[in-house]
């Protein structure tokens, strides 16, 4: 009796080392894996987000005349801030959607209140400003890598889930994890370059 316990025993520890040698544990790995890259996006938003009150205060005091485009900075933030996403926003294209495009209006508010900084001489010079325009700078280079690891993460999640071995182990133990979606250019000429004029 014993002899048979100990044989079934090394049949299940061979069995269950086999399927973890298979991939079985590669869908909510990679699972994981994009929710914290997802995280980590809107780590860094969060930080541009923090950043805009001090900005928008600095150049204030050397652009009084600026006010529109500092209130649509301002708004433009408020927006983005608003759209409350967390890891079940990745279950909605809709939100995620909603949330890539508010981004990309505080992007381009944020854009213009740069342009407006260049007209001021003593603005570019105030250390404030530039310390703030450095953080700010430091922080789009941050988001641009978020994003590239969460469309990283993404992709391979998805690939896991649609080939062979993961697509079986999706349709008989995860079938509740949906395909992510990833970002998108919510942008209509996102593909050109941007026209400069002096």
Known sequence: MVAITRGKTWVLILLASL????GINNIPSYDEQVKAAWGQVQN???????????????VK?????????????IEARAKATSIQVDAKTLDDPEKLKQFQAAQTQLTGAL???????????NL????????LQSQLEGTENRIAVAR????????K??????????????????SDLPLRESFEATSANADKAPEVKF
């Open 124 to 131: 570019k010079a105030d250390q404030n400003f530039l310390a």
């Open 111 to 121: 854009s213009r209140l740069m342009v407006v900084a260049e007209q001021y001489p």
């Open 157 to 174: 999640y998805n690939t896991e889930i649609r080939t062979f071995p993961g697509r079986i182990w999706h349709s008989l133990m995860y």
């Open 19 to 22: 399927l973890a040698g298979c």
């Open 148 to 155: 590239k690891d969460f469309i990283a993460a993404v992709q």
């Open 61 to 73: 005091g050397y652009a009084r005349h600026e006010q529109d485009t500092l209130t649509a900075v």
């Open 44 to 58: 860094q938003y969060q930080r541009r987000a923090d950043l805009i009150p001090n900005l928008v205060e600095t």
